[in-house]
């Protein structure tokens, strides 16, 4: 529904999205951004960096613009603007951060052109962006048989959040392991802070079923070196080294640095650096506290849609889709 109007203006409208409790400080509802610790309290949680050279702004999404104005005009109401802020600003998918750098920042902020994201230096980017589903463009994966394990094996790492098995602690690919799954399943939180939660299981049958996981091997084709002049195409065994010839070959073509970028509200947090994730939420802390310039904002989309807004009454702010008239 659309957002409640003015007691006094004439028109009750639907709920107001905020489910009549007011100002709602807690954050975006959206994927991204549920309730979450606060950036100031420091007696527990990891700290990240907070990049103080980067501002943010919030701005209602173009989709919500759009839903607000077919609203407004199906309804002979007029609607508080305050009231259609906060209705914006209770959804991700609502609005939209904008990151913008500072003249003095010496370097811009570094996007994933496929799939999105959101970091603070090309290294991290480039991490984020290693998915099975941007290597798969480039590497064909295919799967093989190989021997069982050699060595005596009594105890196996164990993701404490999915249960995968990592593998013995005292094996040549456990520390790899443990890189790859923080990176591509729980980078919302530091490596330390994952390790801890790692369980070591000294089950006999567990160890049998990492072994029986281990001897099904994986190789990697390099899909170009199957099309050029090459003799024979590029083969790679280890993860490791498609990653790496992938940064070598590929980095350049999927990150770009950008001085000013906008992202939907409900990005995921995976998909954002945590400190400019952390200046996100502050920044819509701010907007849900101050709806001032939030209904500017949304008056002036709205306008250029062909509504009306206007005030009345100390002040306050309403839309409709016809400016309303004295009647003597």
């Known amino acids: 529904g659309g957002p409640g109007g003015d007691r006094r203006g004439g028109g009750g409208g639907p709920p107001r999205g905020d489910g009549g409790r007011g100002r709602d400080s807690r954050g975006p509802q959206g994927k991204g951004f549920g309730r979450g610790r606060r950036d100031d309290d420091r007696s527990r949680g990891p700290r990240y960096e907070i990049p103080r050279d980067v501002t943010v702004t919030i701005e209602p999404s173009d989709a919500a613009l759009d839903a607000l104005t077919t609203h407004v005009r199906s309804s002979t109401q007029a609607f508080s603007m305050f009231d259609a802020s906060r209705l914006v600003l209770s959804g991700g998918d609502r609005f939209r951060a904008k990151f913008t750098c500072a ?37 064909r994966a295919e799967e093989y048989e190989k021997e069982e394990p050699k060595g005596i094996f009594t105890s196996i790492g164990v993701c404490g959040f999915s249960g995968t098995l990592i593998g013995p602690p005292s094996h040549h690919s456990y520390q790899n392991n443990v890189r790859i799954l923080h990176r ?85 947090k995976n998909r954002l650096a945590p400190g400019l994730g952390i200046l996100m939420r502050q920044a819509v802390e701010r907007a849900q506290k101050h709806l001032f310039e939030m209904s500017q904002k949304l008056g002036a989309g709205l306008e250029r849609r062909g509504l009306k807004t206007f005030k009345r009454r100390s002040g306050k702010f309403f839309v409709s889709r016809a400016r309303p008239r004295a009647i003597p």
């Open 103 to 139: 003249d003095e920042r010496s370097g811009g902020l570094f996007g994933v052109t496929d799939g999105g994201g959101l970091y603070l230096s090309r290294d991290e980017a480039l991490a984020h962006a290693l998915t099975d589903d941007l290597l798969n463009k480039y590497y």
């Open 184 to 268: 591509e399943r729980f980078a919302n939180m530091s490596v330390e802070d994952y390790k801890r939660r790692i369980k070591i299981d000294s089950d006999p049958e567990v160890i049998e079923k990492w072994k029986a996981q281990e001897m099904k091997g994986q190789r990697w084709t390099y899909l170009p070196s199957e099309q050029g002049e090459e003799p024979k195409p590029l083969v790679f065994e280890r993860r490791a080294d498609v990653e790496a010839h992938f940064r070598r070959t590929h980095g350049d073509e999927v990150i770009r640095e950008m001085r000013e970028v906008a992202v939907s509200g409900d990005v995921g």
